[in-house]
């Protein structure tokens, strides 16, 4: 049991290019979200979606664009890089019951820098 | 909107000293709490959580209690130790839509021996 993960680890890009960052979990979870943490703004919420083919707008989705194909994998896609993008990235996946076991969990993130 | 407001880092204490962290949020809805915790260079895990009003989370010495009425859920541990040198988050998830957390900036904890 793998849990959630992210490719790659580290990225750089220069501005105007695109790239899709991976998300993945084994856990069969409906939930996942993609994150960005900036420096003393903890985490944002870019895109989310509640199951397969279900996604949604979060906090800050502008240059952003996702799909939910299947349970297990949640892209998130940079459409034209800019240096604004630059983050942290973190994908989550939960179950979605809303009981005791509900817990969000974390993938150990995408480090992205946009020159 | 929800929103989640942490106490103001960085904390420095010394080995065994006593933490607080205080966390107050504010919620159209009736949320779910948790604190969570980011060692450096690693994703975030969750610490502990609270469903309900009055709720005690707890894990590895850390506890938060779920106040509704002040609408707080503040992170205290008795003694300290290098190891918790870490960031913590306190945050929210609104029950009517499990996928949306919102998260507060995080707290820097540096302790020293």
């Known amino acids: 049991n793998a849990g959630v993960t992210q490719t790659p680890k580290f990225q750089v890009l220069k501005t105007g290019q695109s790239m899709t960052l991976q998300c993945a979990q084994d856990m069969n979870h409906e939930y996942m979200s993609w994150y960005r943490q900036d420096p003393g703004m903890g985490l944002r919420l870019i895109h989310y979606?509640?199951?397969?083919?279900?996604?949604d707008q979060g906090e800050v989705p502008n240059g952003y664009n996702v799909s939910r194909s299947t349970t297990e994998d949640f892209p998130l896609r940079l459409l034209s890089a800019a240096p604004s993008q630059t983050s942290v990235y973190f994908c989550?996946?939960?179950?979605?019951?809303?009981?005791?076991?509900?817990?969000?969990?974390f993938g150990p993130g995408t480090r992205l820098t946009v020159l | 909107g929800d929103s989640v407001t942490q106490m103001e880092g960085p904390v420095t204490l010394s080995e065994e000293a006593f933490l607080t962290i205080n966390c107050t949020y504010t919620a159209t809805g009736y949320p779910s709490l948790f604190w969570y915790v980011q060692y450096p260079g690693e994703g975030l895990q969750l610490l502990l959580k609270?469903?309900?009003?009055?709720d005690k989370g707890s894990n590895k010495g850390f506890e938060a209690t779920y106040r509704k009425e002040t609408t707080s859920f503040h992170l205290e541990k008795g003694s300290v130790q290098v190891s918790d040198s870490a960031v913590y988050f306190c945050a929210l998830s609104d029950r009517t839509n499990a996928g949306k957390s919102t998260f507060g900036d995080g707290t820097t904890l540096t302790v020293k021996p």
């Open positions: 979606s509640v199951g397969a083919g279900i996604t």
């Open positions: 989550a996946s939960r179950s979605g019951t809303g009981g005791p076991t509900d817990t969000q969990y």
């Open positions: 609270a469903t309900k009003a009055d």
